[in-house]
């Protein structure tokens, strides 16, 4: 299949290249200079049988509102002009895929696909707004949006700053560690989104989390433990949100959320539980 992939030299993107590449696929990346007409984009979108939105500014760094602005305009404007390209093809991809986040999802309680209730705040507000442009896609054409989780990769992205302190001994809990840690390892991520690409009978909403409950304790457990951390500090909410502000919201309180739409679909995940990501970090290492 011709598969384009907006947002491709990301960190998810890139690795969704390499993944249906491998698969025999043909990804087509949409960069900037397909965005900069209506005809340039229908020109890079021509003869694609799906289309991933994966485009939005970095989420973890500190919200002010210049980078709201920037936040919102890199999701809900990219979707906004995808859609309208996407909407005039002909012949029509058959799926488009687009990315939002379980920020959509309240701090309080744990949510499916079939449960979901929009939380408070700026993320949730912001997911709204990109859900509903890409919505905006005309029926016909199978719509998937999916709500990541925090995304871990061995030694890149996220969990490399997290991880950070747990090699240097220091294993890290912020504030009480109750709240939900709600992730996915990047093949499994990977592997879900070829799944929806394939899956007729997956549409709408689909949440893309390790099917385990994991508390932010729980990780730091779990970190402390590979890397043999000894000394254990918890992080108090109040210097957190001194240095990241609102943002700091995403590290001290978290949703929970389920892949019950990918269970019950037969996904099978290989990191199921936080014990098999890092088993794969010792793996890593060895190689």
Sequence with gaps: MKIAISGATGFIGTHLTAYLTGLGHRAVPLGRPAFRSQESLAAALAGCGAVVNLAGAPIDRRWSDAYKKQLYDSRIGTTRKLVAAINEMNPAPKV?????????YPDQGCYDEYTAVKGTGFLSDLCESWEREASRVVPGIRLAVARFGVVLAPDEGVFAKMAFPFRKGIAVRIASGAQIFAWIDIGDLVRALTFILSSDMLAGAINLTAPER??????????????????????????????????SGMLVSGPCAIPRKLLDAGFVFNAPEIAAFMSKLGKTAEK
């Design 214 to 247: 994991l508390t932010n304790a729980a990780f730091a457990r779990a970190a402390a433990r590979h890397y043999a951390a000894r000394l254990h500090v918890a992080v108090p909410g109040w210097a957190l949100r001194l240095l990241y502000g609102e943002a």
């Design 96 to 104: 488009f895929v687009s990315a939002s986040a379980v920020g959509y």
